[in-house]
């Protein structure tokens, strides 16, 4: 099923620095960069609040692709997507198959980018609600295992260097 008809799609918009600085506060800005969650700062307002997943649309890191929850805003760099209806889209699920298929739709001519008409177009796979849910679950478990085991790998090699 394409994008398209599963979600509608949005951008952020320009967010400076200088402009988070003079509006420091609470709630999240997203920008292109994939480190630290593609945090780039905290402002005092929002663009966005709920089930979002964001995408990187140009650049080297174009194609990346996060699942979003909460009051956030993103940059002019950053597409959105929300779902048009939540009874039939996991939107974890989704965000998790965009990861693994989106880069194969980026453009390599010039600059990287995966824009919005591009991104809406893409299809992927749509099981029953149920299923995305349980995918959505096992997947974050998943993630939540890799995490449990590298921080253990990290803490045991500090360990034996400490000895």
Not at 91 to 108: D, P, Q, R, S, T
Not at 133 to 152: G, H, I, P, R, T
Request: charged share 25%; glycine share 8%; net charge positive.
């Amino acid at each position: 099923m394409a994008i398209e008809s599963i979600c509608e799609d949005g951008r952020g918009r320009v967010i400076s620095n200088d402009y988070i600085v003079a509006n420091h506060g609470e709630f999240p800005v997203y920008s292109s960069q994939t480190t630290n969650e593609g945090i780039f700062g905290y402002i005092n307002t929002y663009d966005f609040e709920g089930e979002y997943i964001t995408w990187t649309t140009d650049g080297v890191n174009a194609g990346t692709v996060f699942y979003r929850n909460g009051k956030f805003s993103c940059t002019n760099v950053c597409g959105t997507l929300k779902a048009k209806d939540h009874s039939i889209v996991n939107m974890k699920y989704l965000a998790y198959i965009l990861g693994k298929i989106a880069y194969k739709h980026v453009n390599h001519v010039g600059n990287d980018k995966l824009m919005n008409t591009p991104m809406k177009k893409i299809k992927v796979p749509l099981p029953p609600k149920h299923l995305q849910d349980e995918f959505a679950l096992y997947a974050s478990d998943c993630d939540k295992l890799k995490f449990e085991v590298k921080e253990f790998i990290k803490n045991h090699s500090k360990n034996k260097q400490a000895k």
